[in-house]
């Protein structure tokens, strides 16, 4: 499997193109989601401030308030993508709010990097399709530590 990320920041962003697409990879890899290892998987992804977050949120949600990630995908579930039968394979677009992580990790007295990583593949497997439980929470956990 080959894993293409291209990050576009609006806001000033402290990791690495290499880093975002080391976590794509290994996100997806554990997602052990069929038929993506013969595959050349693209997405997207963008650093963006409060009032862009918060914008995009409120026209795509409805949701008229800042949030950390959102994900917006090409499939609608992970039987949808281990069907799909062209080589290269667009997911789709993760947004993150650096800073509206920062502070939430910052008050919680978490580390701001794993906290960064981790809600980063909660937004990668939401474009593989998982829905909110035991196994995406998982995957997110063990990538937020194996990336700090």
Excluded at 88 to 101: A, K, P
Aim: net charge negative.
């Amino acid at each position: 499997m080959k894993v293409i990320v291209d990050v576009n920041t609006v806001q000033k962003c402290k990791y690495s193109n290499k880093l975002f697409s080391q976590i794509a990879q290994e996100t997806i890899k554990m997602s052990k989601v069929s038929n993506c290892e013969n595959k050349e998987i693209t997405l997207s992804v963008a650093v963006v401030d409060e009032n862009e977050i918060k914008r995009i949120n409120k026209k795509l949600r409805k949701c008229d308030n800042v949030t950390d990630v959102l994900s917006i995908g090409d499939y609608s579930d992970q039987k949808d993508i281990s069907h799909e039968s062209k080589k290269e394979v667009f997911l789709g677009e993760v947004i993150l709010c650096y800073n509206y992580i920062e502070d939430g990790a910052q008050k919680n007295g978490d580390n701001v990097d794993k906290e960064f990583f981790t809600i980063y593949a909660h937004g990668i497997l939401h474009l593989l399709g998982f829905v909110h439980g035991k196994d995406m929470f998982r995957i997110q956990d063990i990538i937020g530590e194996m990336f700090i």
